[in-house]
């Protein structure tokens, strides 16, 4: 779309208009006419990450910067708190998807900083040789460790909220366990009955395997405090002030808060690579494997609510259809299978975008980034919903509670307690009988006396074929 009211610049690769007011300038232009691909913004924490570096190697920088250009240097640190603040978001333009490994993000964010900081200095936008993008607020710096230094502070900050919301997802789920403790139901394996279980353990199951995925993304995640600020384009720190090297992760451990933030034991190594961005993501792969096949469990318990098992009742959040009076879906485990398919289609994406990198760089960090980003935001919020509006308000009706019963004792599979004492082939009998006849296992013992008097009378086999008890064997292991 053609610029009706714009500032003509210039530089060596000739020349583009920019919108009147823009904070941004001709590298960022030149991006946003070169990638109109995904209309979707930088997360704005990514945003936040981005001014967070550029005010620590502005830090770092001090003493030549005020060399160079005296008074620079806190109009640079004051352009950088006030997007930490969150003003001048709206002015980072670019599309998250695009070629060049990230150098029209790191453009973007030095443009408009310069520009803040002009506008702060009392002069008018894009006047390079007062405040440059290039020389001041990208000085001793690389779009090849500003990126990935970025990235690594936005993803482990997203990662501590996301831990959060798992953490009191996780609780609520041993809520449940305890509530439901004394709730004995059919198990199920291949779809077909098995022998009972615990509603309580069940969900304690769940629980557990939520605490490994916050234990699994908590370690995956601490390979994100090591950083490559400094490394400039390949590693080699060329361009960049001894001191500055020295100095500059200090800074940043600072202004972050991270306090385990470190430089890479090898600046070109950390150049290279993004293996910590893919196990992060299979991490983050693993749990929602795990929740989707949790939201799978509880969608078949609350089917119904007469024609399917109708086994728990899930809170009415809203009408389930435009045609259907009164009915509810499970649209909250619903939405943690959509999740956990995008955050599967989004770790393939970003395995295939480790692996593209070559030699000293990988170029295809951008889309790696925006996927990573993408998938624990979405997981972030979609866990606290989930727990809170739907796990948390599982409820037992009194009909919930009498299929339940029912289930258990009309299955044919409780003759399995009696193969210890009679053994499979006999109990096996029984339990077909049992269905062909549709009389409960113990309504069937019963009908015969010598089996009865074999297992030490009616209320010891009543003892055998008690549901609850059989759910308990390995309690005292």
């Known amino acids: 779309m053609a610029i009706k ?38 997360h704005p924490e990514l945003i936040i990450a981005l001014a967070k570096v550029k005010k620590a190697a502005a830090k770092a920088n001090k003493e030549v910067l005020e060399a160079k250009r005296p008074g620079i240097f806190q109009h640079i640190v004051n352009a950088c708190d006030a997007i930490i603040d969150g003003y001048y978001h709206e002015w980072f333009v670019v599309d998250p998807i695009q070629g060049g490994a990230g150098t029209s993000i790191n453009m973007n964010a030095n443009e408009v900083i310069a ?26 710096q690389s779009t090849n460790d500003v990126i990935p230094t970025a990235a690594r502070i936005c993803i482990r900050k997203l990662l501590d909220e996301l831990l959060e919301s798992m953490t009191n997802m996780c609780e609520i789920f041993r809520q449940k366990s305890e509530e439901f403790d004394t709730v004995v139901k059919m198990g199920r394996t291949h779809l077909q009955d098995a022998v009972p279980i615990r509603l309580g ?10 605490q490994r995925d916050i234990e699994r993304i ?37 202004i972050t808060g991270f306090a385990d933030l470190k430089r890479c034991d090898s600046l070109i190594d950390g150049t290279q690579n993004t293996d910590c961005f893919t196990e992060v993501s299979a991490a983050l792969k693993i749990c929602v494997l795990n929740m989707s096949k949790i939201a799978n469990d509880l969608r078949m318990m609350a089917s119904g609510p007469r024609c399917g098992f109708g086994e728990i009742t899930l809170e009415k ?75 948390a308000r599982i409820t037992l009706s009194e009909a919930n509670t009498k299929r339940i019963k029912g289930y258990v004792e009309e299955s044919p599979v409780m003759a399995t307690a009696l193969a210890p004492y009679i053994g499979y082939e006999r109990s096996s009998a029984i339990a077909r009988v049992a269905r ?10 019963l009908q015969d006396q010598s089996l009865v008097n074999h297992l030490g009378g009616e209320e010891n086999l009543k003892r055998i ?13």
């Open 218 to 254: 908590s370690k995956t995640g601490n390979y994100l405090y090591e950083v490559n600020l400094g490394a400039t384009a390949v590693g080699t720190a060329l361009n960049a002030n001894p001191t500055y090297v020295k100095e500059v992760i200090e800074h940043l451990r600072e």
């Open 465 to 477: 074929l008690n549901p609850d008890a059989m759910t308990r064997m390995g309690e005292n292991l």
């Open 317 to 391: 959040l809203q009408r389930g259809s435009s045609i259907m009076p009164d009915k509810v879906n499970p649209v909250l485990p619903e939405l943690i299978n959509q999740v956990a398919f995008q955050v599967i289609g989004n770790d393939l994406t970003i395995s295939l975008a480790s692996e593209a990198g070559q030699f000293e760089l990988n170029v295809m960090q951008p889309v790696l980034i925006y996927n990573l980003i993408q998938s624990v935001g979405m997981m972030k919020n979609a866990f606290r919903v989930f727990g809170e509006r739907c796990v």
């Open 5 to 42: 009211h714009g500032k003509t610049l210039e530089d060596s690769m000739g020349r583009v208009i920019i919108p009147l007011g823009a904070y941004y300038g001709i590298s960022t232009q030149r991006a946003i006419e070169n990638f109109p691909i995904t209309n979707y913004q930088l």
């Open 115 to 140: 520009n803040i900081a002009l506008v702060e200095m009392g002069h008018e936008k894009c006047l390079d040789a007062i405040v440059s993008p290039y020389d001041h607020v990208n000085m001793s």
């Open 436 to 445: 062909l006849e549709e009389l409960t296992v113990l309504e069937l013992c």
């Open 201 to 210: 353990q069940e969900f304690d199951a769940y629980r557990r395997v939520i």
